[in-house]
């Protein structure tokens, strides 16, 4: 986005080429809890990517929340998800929890782990039946928190049975996944920017044959439509979360099942060979029409 971007799109329209426009944040609204610095977009971003979508021949949203909005400024605007390389995926591990600490893994910046305090009171009350696994960088990121957002989550780090693991690359966060456990992204809904999320998140570990708990995301709720319910709970309160845990560690939740059920929404709807075909069927559909 920017001037550059725009003068670009320009001089590629005047030498009769199609330009097309990636969307992959929600630029278009403002608003909502800012939990730290520089977390929500500003007047300057919502303007450069409403003059992007409105003046690309062509407009890519990279989830459906995403690609509604884009179509306020742009009718040629098509819907692809994240893709997911199956051929990069270790060996299924299976994971089944039989004594000990029910394993919890979580990636992401960790800036974001304020996202955690949305479950906060249900992790509380569990800590001695949980270990917390954080793919995340260096923790001194913390200090962009807001002062008592940064003391909370200090605090609930302190009261659990937490392991981080420096994040190096994706092939590693992979081997992370393929180790078990259950794949959690509790998020806060209080802003359009993370009404905006893809899937990518949960669905590196699904593909892994993670089993996901994850708050009611826009996109983490068609990757549970599309699964039958099977190897994903969206979960629409923060209490809900208790009673799965309670039938993960009472041997009442079938591992196996959800655990193929993960694999194969992953590899049915999100894997790159099919995603690398929408592609191609929207890139010949632009060339075609505006040729």
Known sequence: MGDRAAKLIRSMHRSGVPTIFDANV????LGGKEYYRDMLPTARQQQQAIAMTRTASAVIGDSEYVTERCLA???NVEWIPDNVRID??????PYAYSRGRLRLLWSGQVVKLFELLYIEKELLR????LELVLVTNPMVGLQRLTPDIRARITSLLESLEVRIIPYKNPMELLRVYAGG????APRFLDSPYNMGHTEWKIALAMACGRVSLCSPVPSYVTVQERAAGVGIRVIDSPADWGPIFDQMLSGGF???????GAREVVRKYYS???VAGQYSEFLEFVVDSTG
């Open 272 to 274: 790159t060979d099919v």
């Open 88 to 93: 990069q995926i270790p060996a299924h591990r």
């Open 26 to 29: 929600n630029y278009y609204e």
């Open 254 to 260: 079938d591992f196996a099942t959800e655990e193929c």
């Open 73 to 75: 400024y742009n009718t």
């Open 181 to 184: 456990g259950i794949s959690i």
């Open 126 to 129: 569990y800590a001695p039946y």
